[in-house]
């Protein structure tokens, strides 16, 4: 019999699971379970914050202008190339037409449940002691219809990028000002005329300033890493941390104060899995998920598997590796290590980013280190490498964002082998 495999959400990393599987109808018997009304995830931009239709939270986190951060040649699954018509840096809705065209092309959409959320996941023994997983979902327009179907085996691709981590910051309570998380950012024009600290630097929070930058009078991009050595438009300044808002200012850790209108917080996301029961045993704390092999595979129930987890990464094609290598262990192709390894490769793994002064928080912080993983993935599973190409030209791009924020983006790029690229 097929092993039927449950995966959760239709966003990147759930339609390349579904691909995979599907590709071998005689192993797997697979049913995607997606609570929006079209895949694509996060890509799906909408006007929209707070609760969708059906009074759930707006999963998306795209804002309007939104272009790519990645060229689109190294965004891509590596069987499924983008049009090359377009530029290297790809408006939102270019990337949600790619997914919905990697769908038809892999005629995905017959085995997703659309507008189905699921509820609750339960881990349960056969009486041949086999574990088994019941799925519990419903429509979400109406979650009182809720219906359970077993399965031998779930990918959660419920993405990380919906539920806003909000700092702690003294004087928050006083201030009078309008305060924003980059999740419910949408539009510059918001802004005309306001001074705007963006709280937080990494890609998001750069990238919101510029877009911000636009229409707002003044706007200070404040963090605490060293300074960025870039370009940045005339209204937007650099500032270390906050130390304290007042009713309309915000005075910086430096000691320097300023007026303030808006408080755009770029600082980040929880993980989330609302719907696991506590039998599903996933611990998360200081935002690592816990116990998890490779940052996929959950070592006490190896037929459960969390796709998409590492951050600061090339998404799509890790996730086409983290799926062929948890689809090969499932159908036997190699056996994953014996629990205890599978701990202690864990455990060094994260005691390794302690030791190279990595807070805890950043135990799914790959950066890096993710090209190394990704080839371990690989050789593990014996399947094929990622070509080198897409760390090549990712780099490159590092470096070119690096010297100049506000117009990397103008670049274009062609990749001309496995090892090599061109700009054009
Ligand atoms: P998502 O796209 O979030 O998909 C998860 C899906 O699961 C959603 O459709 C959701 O509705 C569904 N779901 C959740 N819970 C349930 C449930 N209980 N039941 C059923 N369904 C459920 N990546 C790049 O490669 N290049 C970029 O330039 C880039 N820019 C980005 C900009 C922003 C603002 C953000 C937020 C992300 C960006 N990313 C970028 C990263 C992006 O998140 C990944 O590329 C990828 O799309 C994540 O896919 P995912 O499937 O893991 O998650």
Redesign the pocket.
Known sequence: MAKRVAV?????????AVRHLSASPEIFSVVC????PT??????YTDRTGKDENGLPI?????KN?????PKE??AFPDFPFNTCLPS?IV?QD?LEY?KSYADQYNLYKYIKLN????EVHSRQSTGSKELWDVS?CP?ADRSQVQTQEFDAVMV??????LPLYPTIPGMEEFRGQVVH??DYRKPDEFRGQTVVCLGAA??GQ?IAIDVSHQAKMVYLSHNKSPLQTCLPENVQQKPGIAKLGTHSVTFLNGEEAELDVLLLCTG?HYHF??LSSDCQVQISDERISPLYKHLVHIDHPTMAF??IPKTI???PQ?DVQVRFFVSSLCGQFTLPSREEMISDTERDFQRRLSEGLPPRYAHVLGPWQWGYNDELAELAHIQLIPRVVQKLYDYVHETRVRDIARYKDCNYEITSEEDFKAV
């Open positions: 959760i959400g239709a966003g990147a990393a759930g339609l390349c379970y997606e609570l929006g895949v694509g995830g996060t890509w799906n999963q998306s986190s795209m804002y939104l272009r790519t951060n990645l190294v965004m840096y939102h990337v997914l189905t959320m699921v509820t979902y979400s691709c419920n993405g990380h990028y919906s980059s999740h890609a998001s990238d996301y609302h719907f796709v998409g090339c998404p799509f996730f």
